[in-house]
T-cell receptor, first 113, second 112 residues
Framework: DTAVSQTPKYLVTQMGNDKSIKCEQNLGHDTMYWYKQDSKKFLKIMFSYNNKELIINETVPNRFSPKSPDKAHLNLHINSLELGDSAVYFC????????????FGPGTRLTVL | EDKVVQSPLSLVVHEGDTVTLNCSYEVTNFRSLLWYKQEKKAPTFLFMLTSSGIEKKSGRLSSILDKKELFSILNITATQTGDSAVYLC????????????FGKGTKLTVNP
């Protein structure tokens, strides 16, 4: 069984569109994250949720909005997509947070044309 | 601002060689340092280090943390082509925060 899953794996879309990426974890973890990995492979955190509450919101444009219907899911919705949003987005989860091992999903490669 | 610096950025070796990857950090309220291996897709966890001077070992991979000098090394002995990957170092370093700060990674290529 996949521990952290993301859908879709690939997403190609036009500038200006709105899209969502879904993430689910079946590990019973309390904390979930979204990371963005740019073309230079640099991994940077975007959001963190602990028991459905936002813990971190780094300097991310308002066009990005995380939504957590329950602690097993953390979806990422992006409005008005821009070329610079093209990247691989990773979802991750950890038992509690604060240095606990994070387990990553397979990633979603977003390409904005 | 918390910072994690890895070196070298890339490394090419032959099978059977031993490699050492470096990670230095500057963080407030250090809690732990983690190593990940990233092949084509998602990073996979290797080690978590919290105590200085205690080596963690898994097969041909080992890692040690020096909290006084603020660095960690990841050793891989008798490298194999399957070790080719980007190795990421991450540090949990801010009180009350849930985030890890990642280095830019070391790209290791092991040639047959």
């Amino acid at each position: 069984d996949t521990a952290v899953s993301q859908t879709p794996k690939y997403l190609v879309t036009q500038m200006g569109n709105d899209k969502s990426i879904k993430c689910e974890q079946n590990l019973g973890h309390d904390t979930m994250y979204w990371y963005k990995q740019d073309s230079k492979k640099f991994l940077k955190i975007m959001f963190s949720y602990n028991n459905k509450e936002l813990i971190i919101n780094e300097t991310v444009p308002n066009r990005f909005s995380p939504k957590s219907p329950d602690k097993a899911h953390l979806n990422l919705h992006i409005n008005s997509l821009e070329l610079g949003d093209s990247a691989v987005y990773f979802c991750a989860s950890s038992h509690r947070g604060r240095g606990d091992t994070q387990y990553f999903g397979p990633g979603t490669r977003l390409t904005v044309l | 601002e918390d910072k994690v610096v890895q070196s070298p950025l890339s490394l090419v070796v032959h099978e059977g060689d031993t490699v050492t990857l470096n990670c230095s950090y500057e963080v407030t309220n250090f809690r732990s340092l983690l190593w990940y291996k990233q092949e084509k897709k998602a990073p996979t966890f290797l080690f978590m280090l919290t105590s200085s001077g205690i080596e963690k070992k898994s097969g041909r991979l080992s890692s040690i943390l020096d909290k006084k000098e603020l660095f960690s090394i990841l050793n891989i002995t008798a490298t194999q082509t399957g070790d080719s990957a980007v190795y990421l170092c991450a540090v949990d370093g801010q009180g009350g925060s849930e985030k890890l700060v990642f280095g830019k990674g070391t790209k290791l290529t092991v040639n047959p």
